[in-house]
Every structure is written in C-alpha cells, then in structure tokens.
C-alpha cells in the first residue's frame, strides 16, 4: 500500500516561508500528477497547485506567483514552497499522487495532511 506523509507545516508569520514535503513509500516516478490541496477553517478542500510528471504545473488564484511546487525523484518527495504567506493560508494541507491509465478509474493516494497556521 503507497503511502504519503507530509512534513513541514507549523506556525508562521505574516509574509514568512514555509515549505512541506511529501514522501511516498514508492518511486515518485509512478504517479502520474501530483498535487497540493488544502481545507482552511469551515471551508471545502480545495487544490492549491499540480504538477505533471510532464512539467506542467497550475496554482489556484490565490496562491499563483507565490508557492511553487515540485519534485524531488531522488528523494520520492513531492515540495510545495510557500512564500508570503497570510493568514488565509491558514489551513491543513494534504499531499495528493494521482496514477492515471487510460480505461480505469484514477488512483488517488492521500497524505495524512499537515496543518499550517499564519498568525497577523
């Protein structure tokens, strides 16, 4: 069973940095896009950003221009750098590996999530 934890998260100012980590039990390589979701306080989960293992990535609106994400083969983790961060990113954040094939239902595997909280 794959499994993905998350680390990284913890509290931080306004305008601070923070950067979680995701590390799969397996090969990053045999997942098809990877991603970032977080849920913030009496909200739904939302997706935060995604990479391809083509390269492609996408941001959510509100975070585009200041979180970056990205991967580490030698280290099967999955990074999502958060810069500027302000209260409302204040969230648990959730590490998701998506296997795609053709014919088949996705295969979604989840991290146990990580809580970020930004004080003002």
């Known amino acids: 069973q794959v499994q993905l934890v998350e680390s990284g998260g913890g509290l931080v100012q306004t305008g601070g940095s923070l950067r979680l980590s995701c590390t799969a039990s397996?090969?990053?390589?045999?997942?098809?896009?990877y991603s970032w979701y977080r849920q913030r306080p009496a909200k739904q989960r939302e997706l935060v950003a995604v990479l391809t293992n083509g390269g492609t990535t996408n941001y959510a609106p509100s975070v585009e221009g200041r979180f970056t994400i990205s991967k580490e083969n030698d280290k099967n983790t999955i990074n999502l750098q958060m810069n500027r961060l302000t209260p409302e990113d204040t969230a648990v954040y959730y590490c998701?590996?998506?296997?795609?094939?053709?014919?088949?239902?996705?295969?979604?595997?989840w991290g146990q999530g990580t809580q970020v909280t930004v004080s003002s």
């Open positions: 397996t090969s990053v390589d045999s997942f098809n896009v």
């Open positions: 998701n590996c998506r296997i795609l094939v053709p014919g088949t239902p996705d295969r979604n595997f």
